[in-house]
């Protein structure tokens, strides 16, 4: 596609291994910290995919899906990263069946299994 | 003829004299004949003089009572022996007739005649049988109480010290007679009951407080709760006090229960915010020890990783450390010097996740860096716990949690202030009450603002509220400096 791929995350450790995980597939990485950086980022619509951590300190990840899906025409596929979220948790299935996310990453993970999501989504 | 005078005045005044005591007074012959009887005969018996005087004992006195006491022979056998006799009970019970006692004397007076005295002592028998049957219901009641009861004399040395004082600490009453009650309190609040004998000499009131009384056969003391009344005499004079205390053991074992179920479900709170805040340590830590299991990495690539893993560890550490501490912290009930600051901060620590999550900014804002004061660090942190977790909350939408810490003279101020939904006017009292919840059902028991008031009160501090209905409250926390 060979879009960007924006990590939204509060926690710069996190941005950092997410990206190391993502460059080593020779992708472009963008990173955000706030849930606002985030949709400010996204409604310029560069991105294919948003690794989107699920508690932000100004919102919810799934918040800030909600607004990136209300607003920006070329949507990005949304993958929701939580620790705050347990396996089968219904606001993730629900997230899902209303499209608001198409995948759920919990942390932690392994490095195969964010990479296998890269691959699913044909980046 | 010279005589005849004196002797009618010495009459005179010897019957006025007999008229005049409150007893029955007969003259009687060998024969048993009455030779003379006083009024007080005459209105106890309903006779008249006519009707007695002149007439044999027999005749006068009932049957029953001649029966029933012997008197006939008695009094020959005071002709015989001329000894008298004294002070002789006779009860005088007959069907229908309400039981009488008397008390009687035989004194021979001369060889032909004899006096006897007849007293009815039935209502003094029948008050001190009735005030004996009080005083041994009274003295059962102080015995058979499970509160200790004992009095003392107007300085404090005790009098009288119930079983229920010997079973708890296990003095028996003549370890204690006579000597100090405060000299069986706890060496540093033995001045504080000293006093309390003090205001006792000059007070009306009763004086409420708790301290330990000792049990030197285990070398220990044990809580109670003490009622001190000044005991009066029926010239309102006091003479003594009257102390009541209760064994607060049982009470203070169910409150730390109700404190530490209480503390669980605080923690059930902020399991979310938790788990979000040590997984992300996790994930990072996971994801860093991939990347060094992988084949030629740069050295300098290969240390980053391993600083990530190690801070990270110790981040997710420090947050389970916090919790231990928070969960644990009821099984310690000593007061100690407590830093207040060290204390809101841990707290702070605690609640950060759960504030991060809801989009809540949290203020402390301190006039020093630290405040001392004597309390139990695990029980003041779990009183901010509560009302922080209260002001999270009131604040769903997000908000601003301040906190501010100010010194006033002996006290300290801490106001805990939210920008939430606020209480409403009719509420604000009933907050401290357990189990009063704006709480779904199965989300709040209502018990944490009553467990902060009881804490608080154990510190000798004061807890408040001030709200408005959507404008956001305050809970105001004072407590003693040291
Ligand atoms: N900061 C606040 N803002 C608004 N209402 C409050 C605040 N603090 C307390 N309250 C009200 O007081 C009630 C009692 O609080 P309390 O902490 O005793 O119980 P609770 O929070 O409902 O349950 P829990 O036992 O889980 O603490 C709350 O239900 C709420 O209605
Ligand atoms: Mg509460």
Redesign the pocket.
Known sequence: MGKNILIVDDEPDMCWVVSQIIQSQGLNVVTAYTGEDACFKLSKGDFSVVFLDAKLPDMDGLDVARRIHAIVKERPLVVLVSGYHYRDDPIVRNAQEEGLICCFLAKPFSNEELIGILISLSC | MSENPIKSSFQIQYEMLLNAIPSSVLMVDRKLQILSVNENFLIKSQRSKDTTVGRHLADVFPLVILQSTCIEESIRNVFNSSIAVKGQKMTYRAPGVPLRIYYYSILPIQSDQIILIMEDVTEQFRLSEEVRRVERHLASIVESASDIVLSTDIDGRVLTWNSAAEKLSGLKTQDVYGRYFFDFCDANQKQMVEQIFQRMKTSNAAHTTEFNLLTPSNSGTILISWVFSPMKDDYSKTVGTVVVGRDLAERLKLELQLRQS?KL??LG?MAGGIAHEIRNPLAICSSAAQFLQEDRIPDEFQKECAKKIQTNIQKASAIIENLLRFARSSLDTEMIEVDLISVLKETIDLVTNQAKVQKIKIHLSLQKSSVVVSGVPGLLQQVFM??F???I??MPTGGVLSITVNSVEDRVIVR?I?T????PAG?LDK??DPF????PVG??????????YSIIRQHLGSIQ?E?RLGQ??A?IVTLPLL
Do not use: K, M, R
């Open positions: 209480q479900t605080a709170v509560n009302i977790l209260n002001a909350n009131a805990i939210d939430g939904v606020g209480i509420e907050i401290f009063h919840t704006s709480s989300q709040g028991t209502g018990l944490g603002l009553s467990i902060c509220a709200s956001g409250a809970i």
